[in-house]
C-alpha cells in the first residue's frame, strides 16, 4: 500500500484510561511505524457526554496551551504512539478536522460525526469496538453502525452481528500490549491463594458480582489474598481484606497480574476485554463470563473456566476449582499464554492496513 494519510478521531482528551483510547493508540503507532503519515485528534471535551467531565473554562485552557506549544500529551497512563502527531482539537469541524486520505472514527458516537465531514477529510473508517450502546439509546447506536462508511470491527463476533444487519466488515482482532504485559513469575511458581480483578463503576463491568464471588472463596480458604484495581474510585464499603489500587501504572498492574493465580473477568458484555488478555499474558488462570467476546481469545476448560454472566456461585466455584488443583490451574495458565502469545499488534496494524486499503479505493 502506498503511504497515505491517516486521522484518527477520539471521543475525548485520553485523560482516563480507556481500552478503546489504547487501541485506537496501538493501531495508529503500527500504521506510522509501515511508513504511513498519522495522526490522533483529541477533542477537549468528551463526545456525547452530558456532564463535560471537565468544565468549558478548562477545556479552553488546555486547547489555548496546546495550540501555543504546538504539541500535545495525554495522561501517562498509556505509552505515546512513536511517529504519530497528537492534537488537541476544540470542536470537530472541517476546519480542525482538516483533510487526510482516511478518517478513523473510534466510537459510535464519532460516526455521524465523520459522516458530516467533507470528502477531503478522507475515506470514512467506523473502528466498532463495541456493540453495546452502554452510554447511550439502543437505536441512536444502531443508525449509527448503519451509517454509508466502511466498517472495521476488533472482534469476529461483531463482524457476524453487522453482517446480520447487511453492514459488510472487515475483522482486525484486538493484540495484548506484549511489550508492558509479559510472563515474570512463573504459575507454577505462585503458591499463595492469590485472586485478582478490575473494578469499575459500570454496572455491565460485573464488579459486584466479583466482589460477591471472592468473598464465597474466602468462607472456604481464610488465608485468600485478593487485589482489585480501578481506574477511578468506587463507593465505600468493600472488605479491608481486599487490596485496591487506583489507576496503577502498566509496570505496577503487570505486577499484580504476575502475582494472581487467578483473575477474575465478570462483565456481562464486552467488545474485547484487554485486562483478561493482559491477565492471561501475564500467567494468570482466567475465570471469566462466558461471553460472546470470550471466543477471540478463550476456550471453556482449554485456556479459560467460563461461567454464565451474572452467575455468581458460578464463579466462585470456578476460582475455588482452581486455587484447589494447581495442575489445572497451570495448564489453563499455560494455554492462555500460548494463545494471547499469537495477538500481536504489529498484525492488526497490518490487517488494518488492508481495510484502509478498501476504504480508500472506494473513495
Known amino acids: 500500500m502506498r503511504a497515505v494519510r491517516v486521522t484518527f478521531l477520539l471521543p475525548g482528551p485520553a485523560s482516563v484510561p480507556v481500552g478503546g483510547i489504547r487501541v485506537a493508540y496501538r493501531l495508529a503507532e503500527g500504521l506510522a511505524l509501515r511508513g504511513h503519515d498519522v495522526r490522533i485528534l483529541h477533542p477537549t471535551g468528551w463526545v456525547g457526554s452530558d456532564t463535560a467531565h471537565r468544565s468549558s473554562l478548562l477545556r479552553g485552557l488546555s486547547w489555548v496551551k496546546h495550540w501555543i506549544l504546538r504539541d500535545y500529551r495525554p495522561a501517562t497512563w498509556l505509552p505515546i504512539p512513536q511517529g504519530v502527531r497528537l492534537r488537541l482539537i476544540p470542536s470537530i469541524s472541517p476546519k480542525w478536522v482538516g483533510q487526510s486520505d482516511a478518517i478513523v472514527a473510534t466510537g459510535w458516537r464519532l460516526f455521524s460525526a465523520i459522516a458530516t465531514l467533507p470528502p477531503n477529510a478522507g475515506a470514512k473508517v467506523a473502528l466498532v469496538q463495541h456493540l453495546d450502546a452502554w452510554?447511550?439509546?439502543?437505536?441512536?447506536?444502531?443508525?449509527?453502525?448503519?451509517?454509508?462508511?466502511?466498517?472495521?470491527?476488533?472482534?469476529?463476533?461483531?463482524?457476524?452481528?453487522?453482517?446480520?444487519?447487511?453492514?459488510?466488515?472487515?475483522?482486525?482482532?484486538?493484540?495484548?500490549?506484549?511489550?508492558?504485559?509479559?510472563?515474570?513469575?512463573?504459575?507454577?511458581?505462585?503458591?499463595?491463594?492469590?485472586?485478582?480483578?478490575?473494578?469499575?463503576?459500570?454496572?455491565?463491568?460485573?464488579?459486584?458480582?466479583?466482589?460477591?464471588?471472592?468473598?464465597?472463596?474466602?468462607e472456604q480458604i481464610p488465608g485468600l489474598e485478593v487485589q482489585m484495581f480501578c481506574t477511578r474510585p468506587l463507593p465505600a464499603g468493600r472488605p479491608i481484606w481486599i487490596r485496591e489500587r487506583l489507576n496503577p501504572p502498566p509496570r505496577e498492574l503487570r505486577g499484580i497480574y504476575n502475582w494472581a493465580q487467578v483473575f477474575l473477568a465478570p462483565s456481562l458484555t464486552e467488545g474485547w476485554d484487554l485486562p483478561a488478555c493482559e491477565a492471561m499474558a501475564c500467567g494468570a488462570a482466567l475465570v471469566a463470563s462466558d461471553i460472546p467476546a470470550r471466543a477471540e481469545y478463550a476456550e471453556n476448560q482449554g485456556s479459560a473456566l467460563l461461567t454464565p454472566p451474572g452467575d455468581v456461585p458460578a464463579m466462585a466455584e470456578a476460582a475455588l476449582r482452581l486455587l484447589a488443583d494447581d495442575g489445572l490451574r497451570v495448564r489453563l495458565a499455560r494455554r492462555g499464554l500460548e494463545r494471547v502469545g499469537e495477538l500481536t499488534w504489529p498484525r492488526s496494524a497490518e490487517l488494518f492496513e488492508l481495510a484502509l486499503t478498501r476504504a480508500v479505493a472506494r473513495l
Open 135 to 218: 452510554d447511550g439509546s439502543r437505536e441512536d447506536a444502531v443508525a449509527a453502525w448503519l451509517l454509508p462508511m466502511h466498517k472495521v470491527a476488533v472482534a469476529h463476533w461483531m463482524a457476524r452481528e453487522l453482517h446480520a444487519i447487511g453492514q459488510e466488515c472487515d475483522v482486525v482482532p484486538n493484540a495484548v500490549d506484549q511489550d508492558l504485559f509479559f510472563l515474570e513469575t512463573p504459575p507454577e511458581e505462585r503458591r499463595a491463594p492469590t485472586v485478582a480483578f478490575m473494578g469499575h463503576d459500570q454496572p455491565w463491568k460485573g464488579t459486584a458480582f466479583a466482589l460477591q464471588a471472592v468473598e464465597k472463596v474466602r
